[in-house]
């Protein structure tokens, strides 16, 4: 199954990048009249930990962000240049490297993405070298905050030091006596599962557990084995993984019996970008799923009025990764792509009205706060602006906001909100399998959740 996902990954990125080089040729068309600034994208491609249909949807987002913006009446275009990523840090410092050459006019004035920790702390260490501006909208690893190895790194994302903090509150919420935190051989998944557990303390009792690679498998299933044989009944496991891991980790655990209430599974920002109707997904494991659950971070509603613009006009290009009928929410992170390629047009039309030449440097002062006007807007996924001091999403402009969500037959469904580290509004929980229980005890299990 893992060879069959990896060779049909293999043809969709190549699909893509047709895709992209096509679609691309209108964002970015040149009025000889206007000024021309160009900006980088360090695109996701599906690899092993990201799925197909989550690429298309991000690089469209990009897209329409890019020509929806460049349709407003500006004084000057925004051209892009896209060089393809994985969840590799090889490979982002290599996509770097080449987008920063300067062999291309206009000059580049910054760059979006990656959307994963590692390559975008590899590709960070590049843009800093040569004091490029780099905003990611998806890459949430609290190292990424430290200004000394990263000053001239952003992001439109709350660092994972929240994400732990929203899960701690729901595992508090819930009254979860027992917890096991799953993680892989990532910088994303070992630094949120460490935040998860420095946020948790003394709350609840704590395993943790590394898995490595296997055979054909982004997990080794005889290790994996090993942990969920360990897990007692009504214990927790939280996976800090990427989706197509939680994918491989649910396909194990069904074939050891320890699916199914009373086995839940609680899953990061990475496992809430898993899609049950995605065409290479087992339909009967998602029966099987539905009812897990998981936090992602808040601003994918559709229905935002911010973010109508893009929404609208995606759905009227018939571009793909556009939410199918029914659905009222993007995937993972698709607000905060588009609010990353809103800050620099907002950075530009500061800078011209300051009457401030564009150039990257001045670009990066906007960004840190050290040059001219304020940079706040309300974006997609709500008011962004930047912490000097971190380079993260400002606490101070919005709270930190996450969706706690279910899984359903095809989508995650919103069922509670955290707000600045506490649960609130959580509608009524049933867990996987449940419906196979007598009445009785499936009440009293829907009531010892509320009881939180």
Same mark, same amino acid.
């Given at each position: 199954?893992?060879?069959?996902?990896?060779?049909?990954?293999?043809?969709?990125a190549?699909?893509?990048?047709?895709?992209?080089?096509?679609?691309?040729?209108?964002?970015?068309a040149?009025?000889p009249?206007?000024?021309?600034?160009?900006?980088?994208?360090?695109?996701?491609?599906?690899d092993?930990?990201?799925?197909?249909?989550?690429?298309?949807?991000?690089?469209?987002?990009?897209?329409v962000?890019?020509?929806?913006?460049?349709?407003?009446?500006?004084?000057?275009?925004?051209?892009?240049t896209?060089?393809?990523?994985e969840?590799?840090?090889?490979?982002?410092?290599?996509?770097?490297?080449?987008?920063?050459?300067?062999?291309?006019?206009?000059?580049?004035?910054?760059?979006v993405g990656?959307?994963?920790?590692?390559a975008?702390?590899?590709a960070g260490?590049?843009f800093?070298?040569?004091?490029y501006?780099?905003? @990611?909208?998806?890459?949430t690893?609290?190292?990424?905050?430290?200004?000394?190895?990263?000053?001239?790194?952003?992001?439109?994302?709350?660092?994972?030091r929240?994400?732990?903090?929203?899960?701690?509150?729901?595992?508090?919420?819930?009254?979860?006596?027992?917890?096991?935190?799953?993680?892989t051989?990532?910088? *994303?998944?070992?630094?949120?599962?460490?935040?998860?557990?420095?946020?948790?303390g003394?709350?609840?009792?704590?395993?943790?557990?590394l898995?490595?690679?296997?055979?054909?498998?982004?997990?080794?299933?005889?290790e994996?084995?090993?942990?969920?044989d360990k897990?007692?009944?009504? +214990?927790?496991?939280?996976?800090?993984?990427?989706?197509i891991?939680?994918?491989?980790?649910?396909?194990?655990?069904?074939?050891?019996?320890?699916?199914?209430?009373?086995?839940?599974?609680?899953?990061?920002?990475?496992v809430?970008?898993?899609?049950?109707?995605?065409?290479?997904?087992?339909?009967?494991?998602?029966?099987a799923?539905?009812?897990e659950i998981?936090?992602?971070?808040?601003?994918?509603?559709?229905?935002?009025?911010?973010?109508?613009?893009?929404?609208?006009y995606w759905?009227?290009?018939?571009?793909?990764?556009?939410?199918?009928?029914?659905?009222?929410?993007?995937?993972? *992170?698709v607000?905060?792509?588009?609010?990353?390629?809103?800050?620099?047009?907002?950075?530009?039309?500061?800078?011209i009205?300051?009457?401030?030449?564009?150039?990257?440097?001045?670009?990066?002062?906007?960004?840190?706060?050290?040059?001219?006007?304020?940079?706040?807007?309300e974006?997609?996924?709500?008011?962004v602006?930047?912490?000097?001091?971190?380079? @993260?999403r400002?606490?101070?402009?919005?709270?930190?906001? *996450?969706?706690?969500?279910?899984?359903?037959?095809? +989508?995650?469904?919103?069922?509670?909100?955290?707000k600045?580290?506490?649960?609130?509004?959580?509608?009524?929980?049933?867990?996987?399998?449940?419906?196979?229980l007598?009445?009785p005890?499936?009440?009293?299990?829907?009531?010892?959740l509320?009881?939180?």
């Amino acid at each position: 199954m893992f060879v069959a996902m990896a060779r049909m990954g293999r043809f969709m990125a190549v699909l893509l990048a047709m895709v992209i080089c096509i679609c691309f040729g209108d964002a970015t068309a040149q009025n000889p009249q206007n000024i021309t600034y160009r900006i980088g994208f360090l695109s996701p491609s599906p690899d092993s930990v990201i799925p197909t249909n989550l690429a298309i949807e991000w690089n469209s987002a990009f897209q329409v962000a890019m020509e929806v913006l460049n349709s407003e009446k500006r004084p000057y275009t925004m051209v892009a240049t896209l060089k393809s990523t994985e969840c590799d840090w090889q490979l982002g410092q290599q996509a770097a490297e080449t987008l920063l050459r300067p062999t291309v006019i206009p000059l580049l004035i910054g760059g979006v993405g990656p959307a994963c920790s590692d390559a975008a702390m590899s590709a960070g260490r590049v843009f800093v070298e040569q004091n490029y501006p780099l905003v @990611s909208f998806a890459a949430t690893s609290e190292s990424l905050s430290n200004r000394i190895n990263f000053p001239t790194i952003f992001r439109t994302v709350f660092s994972d030091r929240y994400q732990g903090a929203a899960i701690a509150a729901s595992v508090l919420h819930l009254k979860i006596k027992r917890i096991t935190v799953l993680t892989t051989q990532q910088y *994303y998944s070992m630094n949120l599962g460490s935040e998860i557990v420095n946020a948790i303390g003394n709350a609840t009792i704590v395993n943790t557990f590394l898995l490595h690679r296997g055979v054909n498998s982004t997990i080794d299933i005889t290790e994996l084995a090993g942990v969920l044989d360990k897990v007692g009944k009504e +214990e927790f496991v939280v996976m800090a993984v990427q989706p197509i891991q939680a994918y491989e980790i649910w396909k194990a655990a069904r074939d050891l019996d320890r699916i199914r209430w009373p086995y839940w599974y609680f899953g990061t920002d990475g496992v809430t970008a898993f899609d049950p109707t995605d065409n290479t997904t087992d339909p009967s494991l998602v029966s099987a799923l539905l009812g897990e659950i998981g936090v992602t971070p808040h601003g994918a509603d559709i229905n935002n009025p911010a973010c109508e613009k893009f929404y609208s006009y995606w759905k009227a290009k018939k571009y793909p990764g556009y939410p199918s009928e029914r659905k009222n929410r993007t995937r993972s *992170y698709v607000a905060h792509l588009i609010d990353a390629v809103q800050t620099y047009f907002h950075v530009i039309d500061n800078l011209i009205k300051a009457n401030v030449t564009v150039t990257k440097q001045n670009v990066l002062k906007s960004l840190n706060g050290s040059g001219p006007g304020v940079l706040k807007f309300e974006g997609c996924s709500g008011t962004v602006s930047f912490d000097p001091a971190t380079g @993260s999403r400002s606490v101070a402009a919005q709270d930190p906001y *996450y969706d706690f969500m279910s899984l359903t037959p095809t +989508e995650w469904v919103v069922k509670g909100a955290i707000k600045n580290g506490s649960l609130v509004n959580l509608d009524l929980l049933k867990p996987p399998g449940s419906e196979r229980l007598r009445d009785p005890i499936r009440m009293a299990c829907h009531a010892k959740l509320r009881s939180g």
